[in-house]
Antibody, heavy 118, light 110 residues
Framework: EVQLLESGGGLVQPGGSLRLSCAAS????????MTWVRQAPGKGLQWVST????????YYADSLKGRFTISRDNSRDTLYLQMNSLRAEDTAVYYC???????????WGQGTLVTVSS | QSALTQPASVSGSPGQSITISCTGS?????????VSWYQQHPGKAPKLVIY???NRPSGVPDRFSGSKSGNTASLTISGLQAEDEADYYC??????????FGGGAKLTVL
């Protein structure tokens, strides 16, 4: 069974940094692109970033480029999202999901909440 | 890039059929057969119900179907059931090598 378990969320001050992790199991991690999607409280879904299975290709939402960095450690079956210069509007539940940008994201983890506030 | 346009809400009675539309542009919905649909129940993670316009992942009932015409994609749920009440989001790949979502449609089963 495919499982994705996010961690690393929490309360951070504006301007601060946070690194999210997503531990994967139940599939050959290196064979799959992986994605981060976020959802602000009471709002819709927003695609954040996707990384190819090898880690060579990375793609970002234009509004987040330069502040967020996606990466993966295929030896640890773990996906990461480094978030810098955080703003209040980055407050959201961050989900990791399996899949490339073209074929739909499936499955999703349970999400981790990031709150940016002073 | 702007979000795809979905109705804010749709409703139907048990057993009926409903359709949720998702409108974009020739740079996204109209340009690629990479439209996906997600179902999200309150407090839960989204679940993929349709990918590549009209394909169902394993385990998704055949009551769920997708289609596309020009710049508008549609999700149809037939034989509506109480458990179908949820938020539904469309998404698509774009010409900028990004993904955009619709604003979401809340389905109410009357």
């Amino acid at each position: 069974e495919v499982q994705l378990l996010e961690s690393g969320g929490g309360l951070v001050q504006p301007g601060g940094s946070l690194r999210l992790s997503c531990a994967a199991s139940g599939f050959t991690f290196t064979s799959y692109a992986m994605t981060w999607v976020r959802q602000a409280p009471g709002k819709g879904l927003q695609w954040v970033s996707t990384i190819t299975g090898s880690g060579v290709g990375t793609y970002y939402a234009d509004s987040l480029k330069g502040r967020f960095t996606i990466s993966r450690d295929n030896s640890r079956d773990t996906l990461y999202l480094q978030m810098n210069s955080l703003r209040a509007e980055d407050t959201a539940v961050y989900y990791c999901a399996q899949g490339p940008m073209t074929r739909g994201f499936d499955p999703w983890g349970q999400g981790t909440l990031v709150t940016v506030s002073s | 890039q702007s979000a795809l346009t979905q109705p804010a809400s749709v409703s139907g009675s048990p057993g009926q059929s409903i359709t949720i539309s998702c409108t974009g542009s020739s740079s996204d919905v109209g340009g690629y057969n990479y439209v996906s649909w997600y179902q999200q129940h309150p407090g839960k993670a989204p679940k993929l119900v349709i990918y590549e316009v009209n394909n169902r992942p394993s385990g998704v009932p055949d009551r769920f179907s997708g289609s596309k015409s020009g710049n508008t994609a549609s999700l149809t749920i037939s034989g509506l059931q109480a458990e179908d009440e949820a938020d539904y989001y469309c998404s698509t790949y774009t010409s900028s090598s990004t993904v955009i979502f619709g604003g979401g449609a809340k389905l109410t089963v009357l």
